[in-house]
């Protein structure tokens, strides 16, 4: 049976020009006729490979395929005679191995084969790669869709003038609603708003169409819904609006996620705060008038002890004097821990927003020397200081925080070598500033560094809590509150404050503060 041998031969040029695959077949037999060049360009086989295969083409479809041509020849039996056009995609195999997918446009003629009264005349595009890019899309959509679902949102497209907004199946979840009731996922704008709460629907129609009429090029709100089911939702809305050409907005796509989770959390955390704040205050109030109402009894204690050392000197044993030794000694350290209960009392109270005032430094740092007079002159300590910022900030809370740091850099060094300080300054680095989340732009850094008896790296965050001391009080004097101050200052100018330090070899207290804006 002979390929490409037609009596029309015009008609026969005529298909060769055709882009898509062409060929005929025989009814029933399936033997084909004819083929165009388009066909061995799109499977690559040529008429050899068809006249070896008895002119059939079943060696390269699957069994599956083979099943679908005898569903197939119902279909060509009814339209024998009425010239109707038969179309499907049918998978054949191409030379090479791979697959191809033909969109076929079949109809019945009359055979030009006086042995065989019907031809099929098969039109085929290949699709292949259309058909990849369609199951990539549904693929895509799919995972789209199971992202919506896990992340508990939904998108929306809404064209400015129309009053149908389209929904995607997962904005149908978040409703409370089964997206496979909705055929064509267009909703009215009027059905998303039943949903709002009637105190809020005015404010969230007014951001909306306000952002059309302003040309924003993007808005969000967040506001609550009861859904379909009757639960009450936190959601959060983001909308993008599109511009023509003359600048006006034709549609505006966005996104609506369910925060009900993150919303009651935030509100529960906001509560928690709120307790919190209330505790704070309230023990930092018992701790001013704790330590108030104590000063009384202590003087009291204090001055009963001396005047029995000065009444009764003469008849007290040694064991007597040394009871009211201990007695006064312990005093004097009772009065200590009560000045900074208060002292950081007072500074806890300052965290309440208060106007910061222009503080130069240099003076900040010689007045905390001066106040440490006695001992910088009998331990004979050397005090080096760079020259300093002026900053904004509380001066009395400076004081106190340059005061207690000298003081520990003095008194931290054993008896048998002479204390050095070394007060410096630089500008803190932007890897700094990142490192430890400080709130401002710009920082100083402004390092304290002792010769004194360290600590291990172990204690590098716990020096900085109440009451806690590496060192007792046998070796050195102290109440334990010093840094914990030092820590309330810093933060109350939110700034940082760390430590350095090496056993036996010295420390270094690192204050982050805003510099001046």
């Known amino acids: 049976m002979p390929l ?22 025989e009814f029933p037999s399936k033997k084909i006729t004819f083929i165009n060049r388009k066909f061995t360009d799109i499977l690559g086989y040529q008429k050899e490979d068809l006249v070896q295969n008895d002119f059939l083409l079943d060696f390269a479809l699957s069994e599956g395929e083979l099943k679908k041509w005898e569903l197939r020849l119902e279909e060509y039996n009814k339209v024998l005679n009425t010239g109707e056009r038969i179309e499907y995609n049918i998978e054949i195999k191409h030379k090479n191995g791979l697959k191809v997918i033909l969109r076929h446009r079949s109809m019945v003629l009359k055979s ?55 929904w995607s199946d997962g904005l149908y979840e ?37 952002s059309v009429q302003d040309k924003k090029t993007y808005y969000e709100l967040e506001h609550s819904i009861i859904d379909a089911k009757g639960v009450f939702k936190y959601l ?34 906001e509560k928690k705060i709120e307790e919190l704040f209330r505790s704070n205050q309230d023990l930092e109030q018992f701790a001013y008038i704790a330590s108030h109402d104590l000063q009384e009894p202590l003087r009291k204690i204090t001055a009963f002890a001396n005047k029995l050392t000065e009444r009764c000197s003469d008849g007290l044993s040694d064991d ?23 002292a950081y009392s007072r500074i806890s109270r300052n965290n309440i927003p ?17 106040d440490l007079e006695i001992p910088i002159s009998k331990k004979k300590a050397q005090i080096t200081v760079d020259e300093l910022p002026i900053i904004q900030a509380f001066s009395s809370q400076m004081h106190q925080l340059f005061l207690n740091l000298i ?23 932007l890897e700094e500033i990142i490192k430890f989340k400080l709130k401002e732009p710009r920082y100083w850094k402004i390092c304290i560094k002792d010769n004194g008896i360290g600590f291990e790296d172990e204690y590098k965050d716990k020096i900085f809590t109440m009451f806690h001391r590496v060192h007792g009080n046998a070796e050195f004097e102290g109440t334990g509150l010093g840094l914990a101050i030092c820590t309330k200052i ?28």
């Open 354 to 370: 208060l106007p910061l005032s222009e503080v130069n430094l240099n003076q900040i740092v010689q007045n905390a020397i001066g």
């Open 407 to 429: 003081s520990n850099a003095i008194k931290f060094v054993e008896d048998s070598i002479q204390p050095f300080v070394n007060i410096t300054v630089e500008e803190a680095s």
């Open 236 to 269: 959060a809305v983001k909308g993008k609006c599109y511009l023509d050409t003359a600048g006006n907005v034709i549609k505006v796509l966005g996104t609506t996620a369910d925060i009900t989770q993150i919303k009651n959390y935030e509100l529960a955390l």
């Open 320 to 342: 007597g004097r040394f009871f009211i030794d201990r007695i006064l000694y312990s005093s004097d350290r009772m009065k200590s821990l009560i000045d900074n209960l208060l």
């Open 174 to 210: 978040v409703f409370g609603y089964n997206a496979g009731d909705f055929e064509d996922k267009k909703m009215t704008y009027g059905f998303y708003q039943k949903h709002i709460p009637i105190h809020e629907l005015e404010y969230t129609k007014n951001i909306s169409i306000q």
């Open 112 to 166: 030009q084969n006086p042995e065989a009264q019907f031809e099929i005349l098969h039109i085929a595009e290949d699709i292949t790669q259309l058909q990849k890019h369609n199951e990539l899309i549904l693929q895509q959509r799919n995972q789209l869709n199971e992202a919506e679902k896990i992340f508990k949102y939904g998108s929306w497209e809404w064209y400015v003038g129309a009053d149908t907004v389209r």
């Open 4 to 25: 490409y041998q037609r009596d029309n031969i015009p008609l026969e040029k005529f298909i060769q020009l055709i882009p898509d695959l062409v060929y005929l077949q």
């Open 490 to 517: 810093i933060d109350n100018h939110k700034g940082y404050l760390t430590a350095q330090s090496t056993l036996q070899q010295g420390s270094v207290f690192i204050l982050y503060l805003p510099l001046k804006p």
